[in-house]
């Protein structure tokens, strides 16, 4: 008798738990689950990219599914402990919280207000529904119900999103047992896959490859074929990268998954080949071929998945307008020496040794990894160069900067396009690299080379980016790409101006290695007839193709009329001069505050980092659209604009690429207004 009654309080204790538990578990699912889910669901690369497998993935659902309402419920249970009352103040609190994260959400999709007003509004709806919860049942009762939504959710994760190729078991896939090797000899293959990387940004008034800036790009002109009319197939790497290593246009949105696509190189050349591929955002060559180690060497794994997801949902749950929901803006190449030492560069332990430390760590075991075999070799290296985040100077030299600068707009757009140009600079310092490791080890010579790039980027004024809106206001930026083929042993460089579109990639290496394809492709090998038409395809959405017509635009490219030197630049004639070789006045007024001024009190360029990017915020008396000159040590090495507020305030950036400005020790940084008569300065904050 004596045992019964504490059984009986804790049944009926457990009992009166149920209906809290599935209302949070309802509304959680509706706040938590479903957008996370939604957001990553549709971005397989993001789990690609971190190096997640099947049981990282589904240990990451079941986090942001159950731990959260199991967490709010916990706590709302132990204020039972107080009383009755307690509790269902506890819990109806929660309910109104949930509730309030819910409208926010909503409101940003439907209304036009941010900030405090909206976070007012989800306030408030969120006290209305559980002042309606407090007086009623037909809410609770509503909310059990929904309490099935977080299995729904799960369901369309696992089952029906582009991730689903990654999560649901697949068949082990070994390498295509009936291609046909088209002659006995096999030449090493080596592919550089670069990435966001326009043809144009190589190029200077002349229509050809800048020497001066790019010289070993340049000097791969010279050794190889160039295609110079060649175009990527899409601006989003997940469709882009399978396109170009299975031959056939983008149809459907899955994941960039050897589940998703058995027919592609590497279960082409797997036969006949030996494999070194490091892929970055696509997992398409199956664990027969490829070596599971450089999947478990990704940067991340769980940790990483958790860091960024939670990042995901404070953006998505925040009343402002926080940058897009993008997984692919958290990619990053890891650095040599952040490999060595499990650590990042905002980690205190962290300090850059060398410039060789700063280089890309895949891009170190891609060269290790190029000397001769008995057998043939495909090497394989995507690199996510000179894609965002732009962090290089051509020297290697590393820079930091925030992540939540505006990419479009006055100011923005050129500050975006000097960055992403000398991060081109040093993508061609590798390219330099990966020749002389070829030359050294004899593989230059007996290799079949590719270097090309997925797609390109556009920086016009309003249309930065890639998307159709890119594409259709400057698609000299975004479908033209690098390309360079080099055959074993070929002793002059070639120029090749036929319509090549990047599905024509596999079947031309295909035909460089000496095997055929045994599925139906819709491009074609170098060595066919070119198109008789000047339409490049171009899938924004797989399974939407649409036909960009070339009504100019190579012409445009080959003749110097496109490119970086034709974008308006402010007073570029400043650059490099002394500030003192101008009149220069003195304000009182407001001040401007250079945010990273801390990193010009001790510079140490022989550590590889310099303080390049010059950033903070300006008074409101600064009109918009005043030219600002940025001077190192009073010297002017970069020129910008004033442009209109965002949501972080007026604020400003500018690059300084010559590294010669600056100083061991304590530099002075300075902004001044570019006047009709001179230089005023801006007192520093």
């Not at 649901?168 to 047992?177: C, D, G, Q, Y």
């Not at 997984?327 to 890891?334: C, F, K, N, T, V």
């Not at 030299?397 to 100011?411: H, I, K, N, S, V």
């Amino acid at each position: 008798m004596t045992d019964e009654k504490p059984r009986k309080r804790v049944r009926t204790w457990a009992k009166s738990e149920i209906a809290p538990l599935l209302e949070i578990l309802a509304l959680c699912g509706l706040a938590i689950a479903q957008p996370l889910l939604d957001v990553t669901g549709q971005s397989p690369d993001f789990f690609l990219f971190y190096g997640a497998g099947r049981g990282e993935i589904l240990l990451l659902v079941a986090l942001v599914t159950v731990v959260p309402p199991l967490a709010l419920w916990a706590l709302g249970a132990l204020t039972g402990l107080v009383g009755a009352r307690t509790r269902r103040i506890t819990h109806a609190t929660t309910v109104g919280l949930l509730v309030a994260a819910i409208a926010v959400q909503f409101g940003k999709q439907l209304l036009p207000m941010r900030g405090l007003p909206l976070a007012a509004l989800g306030v408030a709806v969120g006290a209305g529904i559980a002042y309606a919860y407090w007086r009623w049942r037909v809410p609770g009762q509503l909310m059990r119900i929904a309490a099935i939504g977080p299995l729904v959710f799960v369901a369309l994760f696992a089952f029906a999103s582009p991730t689903s190729a990654v999560v649901l078991p697949s068949a082990a896939l070994k390498a295509r047992a009936d291609v046909t090797q088209t002659r006995d000899s096999h030449p090493p293959v080596v592919m550089l896959m670069l990435d966001e990387f326009p043809l144009v940004s190589l190029l200077g008034p002349d229509g050809r490859i800048d020497k001066a800036k790019y010289p070993n790009i340049a000097a791969l002109a010279d050794s190889s074929t160039w295609y110079r009319n060649a175009t990527g197939v899409s601006g989003w790497t997940p469709y882009a990268m399978p396109a170009m290593l299975t031959g056939r246009h983008p149809a459907k949105e899955v994941a960039p998954h050897y589940a998703a696509y058995p027919d592609n190189l590497f279960t082409l050349l797997g036969g006949t080949y030996d494999t070194d591929v490091q892929e970055t955002i696509t997992e398409l060559c199956p664990p027969a071929e490829c070596d599971a180690q450089e999947r478990r060497d990704r940067p991340g794994g769980l940790p990483a998945l958790l860091r960024e997801v939670a990042g995901l949902f404070r953006q998505i749950a925040s009343p402002r307008d926080e940058p897009a929901s993008d997984p692919e803006a958290s990619y990053r190449e890891d650095t040599l020496a952040e490999a060595r030492s499990g650590v990042a560069p905002g980690d205190p332990k962290f300090r850059w040794d060398s410039l060789d430390d700063n280089q890309p760590s895949r891009f170190t075991s891609f060269l290790d990894g190029l000397t001769p075999t008995p057998r043939p070799k495909l090497h394989f290296l995507h690199l996510l160069m000179p894609h965002t985040p732009w962090n290089y100077l051509p020297s290697g030299t590393r820079y930091e900067a925030p992540e939540d600068f505006p990419l479009d707009g006055p100011g923005w757009v050129e500050t975006a396009r000097d960055r992403h140009l000398a991060q081109v600079g040093y993508t061609d310092r590798l390219v330099g690299k990966m020749i002389d490791r070829m030359k050294q080890t004899g593989l230059w010579d007996r290799a079949a080379l590719i270097v090309t790039a997925d797609h390109g980027v556009s920086f016009t004024m309003n249309h930065q980016g890639r998307g159709m809106g890119a594409v259709d206001a400057s698609p000299e930026e975004v479908l033209w790409v690098p390309l360079f083929v080099r055959t074993p042993a070929q002793a002059a460089g070639a120029v090749d101006d036929r319509n090549w579109q990047h599905v024509d990639l596999l079947p031309t290496v295909a035909e460089l290695a000496g095997v055929s394809v045994p599925w139906e492709v819709d491009g074609r090998p170098a060595s066919a007839s070119p198109r008789n038409t000047p339409d490049h395809t171009y899938s924004d959405v797989p399974g939407k193709p649409v036909n960009v017509s070339d009504t100019g635009t190579f012409q445009k490219i080959i003749t110097g009329r496109a490119g970086p030197h034709m974008a308006p630049r402010i007073h570029p004639e400043l650059i490099g001069q002394p500030v003192d070789a101008h009149r220069v006045s003195e304000t009182t007024g407001p001040r401007v505050k250079i945010d990273n001024a801390s990193a010009f009190a001790d510079v140490a360029p022989d550590t590889g980092v310099l303080p390049a990017l010059v950033y903070g915020e300006l008074p409101g008396a600064v009109r918009d659209g005043t030219p600002l000159a940025i001077a190192i040590n009073g010297r002017i090495g970069a020129v910008t604009q004033a442009t209109w507020a965002d949501k972080q305030g007026r604020r400003f950036a500018a690059l300084v690429p010559d590294e010669g400005l600056f100083r061991p020790g304590s530099n002075d940084v300075a902004v001044y207004e570019v006047t009709g008569d001179g230089l005023r300065r801006l007192p520093n904050a």
